[in-house]
């Protein structure tokens, strides 16, 4: 394991460039590639000097070739509703070609292959928590569809490489997610609040806040990435946070880890936003021996600082 070289697409996203670090600290030889459409180069700053780490500038909705590598990790796409919004075309497109082209190295290198897919593939779902055999309830032609049937195709090209090309292929159903390096500015329930709370700005719930998330901090689901890699299972699994929070009890969080006094103000739900998200994770537990351990007070917390630090850029 040690010397193998991994391929991380999205490489200087939030989680591509977690993932990146992870692996370069279990001494693997990482090449990050990203295009910068939503990810920064702030997040693989550090790692410019660390001699098992280079990185390629590159669109992967367009063919490419970063040289043999022994897995990858496909973490490229827009994944905030800000960001899909404004690029949905190229949502669509990284989705479906670019998924596409992850797969065509893996087979042509006879390479692992793992795909960064979402519980947004559930839609607003009707069977709650959410296991992996359901098929979602999705609108396919609403204001998401961009970003969720990109990842309901990204799964069936996934399968079909694997049935039919004998691909090692790897599927991560990944829920909401937070930490050091989400962009203060893309419209998610932890950044926006983290970053009201600590203007002193109103936080912003839209609808009346019953509606559900489920929280997991970004180390957590590193380590389950890491060992969904290492398996020999083929069909998605769910990583994320089982304990589920309503919006405004999410809010209360925020408020006490950053001791501010805002108020909630509240706004008009968007449409097709979902009513309930919660993984049920007895796959990972039983078949990874995984399930994550930060709680959502510790994770905020730990999470303050960079939040502190990002303020100057919103």
């Not at 669109?59 to 990858?72: E, L, S, W």
Request: net charge negative; charged share 20%; hydrophobic share 35%.
């Amino acid at each position: 394991m040690a010397s193998q070289t991994v391929l991380v697409t999205g490489a200087a996203g939030f989680l591509g460039s977690h993932l990146c670090d992870a692996l370069l600290a279990e001494g693997r030889s990482v090449i990050g590639v990203d295009n910068f459409s939503t990810g920064s180069q702030a997040n693989i700053d550090h790692l410019t000097s660390e001699s098992r780490f280079r990185f390629i500038e590159h669109d992967i909705t367009k063919p490419f070739d970063a040289g043999k590598v022994d897995f990858i990790f496909n973490m490229a796409s827009p994944a905030s509703p800000v960001d899909y919004s404004r690029l949905g075309v190229e949502t669509l497109m990284v989705g479906s070609a670019g998924t596409i082209n992850t797969l065509d190295l893996a087979r042509k290198y006879n390479a692992g292959h793992l795909h960064a897919s979402t519980s947004e593939c559930y839609g607003d779902p009707e069977v709650h928590p959410q296991v992996e055999s359901y098929w979602g309830h999705v609108n396919p032609i609403g204001p998401r569809s961009v970003y969720d049937e990109a990842k309901r195709f990204s799964e069936a090209a996934v399968m079909a490489y694997h049935r039919y090309y004998g691909v090692n292929t790897h599927l991560v159903r990944i829920f909401n997610t937070y930490g050091p390096r989400l962009q203060p500015n893309d419209g998610r329930v932890i950044s926006n609040f983290m970053i009201q709370a600590l203007r002193g700005e109103p936080l912003t719930i839209y609808g009346d806040g019953s509606q559900t998330r489920s929280f997991c901090y970004v180390s957590d689901l590193i380590e389950g990435i890491l060992r969904l890699s290492r398996s020999d299972e083929h069909l998605p699994v769910n990583l994320g946070n089982p304990n589920e929070w309503t919006i405004i009890e999410c809010a209360n969080e925020v408020k006490t880890v950053t001791g501010s006094r805002s108020e909630i103000r509240f706004m008009p739900l968007p449409q097709d936003d979902p009513t309930r998200r919660r993984p049920d994770i007895s796959k990972a537990k039983a078949l990874l021996k995984w399930e994550p351990k930060i709680v959502l007070r510790q994770g905020l917390e730990k999470s303050l600082d960079y939040f502190k630090a990002s303020m100057v850029e919103v």
